[in-house]
């Protein structure tokens, strides 16, 4: 650790030391004064352009590396200048200049994607601070001709170690960065999967969750199985621990178990699917997402209700749009008993059948039971989808108000006569 640190510190005065020569010699402080200028005048033109260019390559917004691209085309064309007119004190501070602008555009590349793909995750805007204080302190790292030293240095701070192995902060950091990159990488697989899985429209939408579901086991197994032999752990070894582990689990997580492959089998058969009106317990809704452990129920509330997978296995469910699409509903109102009965169930049945949304020549009047002074009648009526019932029903009950104003239907007047014996 101490050569790593000793030559760290020469190589540092060494590079401060060409700095300070470079604007000593002749033309070193005008030549400054116009890299100065140049990366001023890139930065107005940038914020002009920022206002302005609005397009995304791969997710990357265009304006945000404006101003490092422009500063490298202007500094690039001094140096071109410089070397044609024989001025090349400033060799080292131009470099230095092209390689933080080149690092600057390689980070914000590399945090726009980490943004792109981890847009979901709320943890992601207060680690997006340190991950571009590690990149840049990586790249000035790499920038200085440090790297062997502070990677010796690193590599010397071990925190653990024994007889076989020992972890040390450089350990650490490659870990994180390796564990970092390949869960980037396993998401965006996922998502190009997800993307052309879903866009087979040949195929079930049952069918197509089931490939995506599998298709992420599948990609984050593969990337674990590749990543810990990367870090430096040894697969095999876990393999008699894991499977130890994996019998002790598998008592205690033996609902998430069942949730889990409930779902596989809800997809495989097809018995519930997004868009089915369901009735089960006390709740009735539409089916709006199915997950890896439960199903998403929308009620007619405006609230959500998460049921785990394996009710819809174990429990008798209503599931009113299995066969059909197509939904009864029903009105019920009563008529004074002296009225033309038959006639009033023809009109009711005309009413019924006149409903918008409702599908024709279903609707359906009959008598439900007598009740006092009159007749109870219960008229049905088909709708090809659960939004229209609401507004069928408010239509029916509208014309059948009409009706009894009109006097075309009577309601029933119950009367009690009360007899005062002395």
């Known amino acids: 650790m101490l050569n790593h640190l000793i030559n760290l510190d020469n190589n540092l005065a060494k590079l401060i030391t060409d700095t300070l020569d470079s604007l000593r010699a002749t033309g070193g402080i005008s030549s400054l004064i116009i890299i100065i200028a140049i990366m001023g005048i890139t930065l107005i033109i940038s914020q002009f352009i920022k206002q302005h260019l609005k397009i995304k390559i791969f997710r990357l917004p265009i304006a945000s590396i404006v101003s490092p691209v422009l500063c490298i085309i202007g500094i690039t064309i001094y140096r071109w200048i410089a070397l044609m007119f024989g001025l090349n004190d400033l060799a080292v501070i131009v470099g230095t200049l092209q390689d933080i602008c080149m690092a600057a555009i390689i980070i914000i590349a590399l945090t726009s994607t980490c943004r792109s793909i981890f847009n979901h995750k709320t943890y992601l805007k207060k680690l997006m601070f340190w991950l571009q204080l590690c990149l840049w302190f990586g790249a000035l790292v790499i920038i200085s001709g440090e790297k062997n030293d502070v990677i010796g240095i690193m590599d010397s701070l071990v925190i653990y170690s024994n007889s076989k192995y020992s972890i040390s902060i450089?350990?650490?950091?490659?870990?994180?960065?390796?564990?970092?990159?390949?869960?980037?990488?396993?998401?965006?697989?996922?998502r190009f999967l997800e993307k052309k899985i879903l866009a087979l429209n040949s195929t079930d939408s049952n069918i197509q969750q089931i490939l995506v579901r599998l298709s992420k086991i599948l990609t984050y197994v593969m990337i674990v199985l590749i990543t810990l032999p990367i870090i430096g752990i040894d697969v095999t070894a876990l393999s008699v621990f894991g499977?130890?582990?994996?019998?002790g689990i598998g008592f205690g997580l033996q609902k998430i178990a069942s949730n889990f492959l409930s779902g596989f089998i809800i997809l495989a058969d097809r018995s519930i699917k997004v868009g089915d009106r369901l009735v089960i317990d006390n709740h009735a809704g539409i089916v709006s997402k199915i997950t890896m452990r439960y199903v998403v129920m929308a009620r007619f509330d405006g609230t959500d209700v998460l049921i785990p997978n394996e009710t819809f296995i174990t429990n008798s469910i209503q599931n009113q749009s299995y066969s059909s699409t197509n939904l009864r509903n029903e009105i019920i109102c009563s008529v004074k008993s002296s009225s033309d009965i038959n006639a009033a169930l023809r009109i009711i049945t005309d009413v019924l059948n006149r409903a918008p949304n409702t599908l024709p020549e279903k609707g359906k009047a009959i008598i439900n039971r007598l009740v006092d002074d009159g007749v109870e009648i219960k008229g049905y009526f088909w709708v090809d989808s659960s939004d229209n019932i609401s507004s069928a029903a408010n239509y029916i009950y509208m014309e059948l108000a009409k009706l009894f104003n009109d006097n075309t239907l009577e309601a029933p007047s119950p009367s009690q006569s009360i007899n005062l014996i002395r």
């Open 170 to 190: 450089w350990d650490i950091l490659r870990s994180v960065v390796i564990v970092f990159t390949a869960t980037a990488v396993a998401t965006s697989i996922n």
């Open 243 to 247: 499977g130890a582990m994996g019998v």
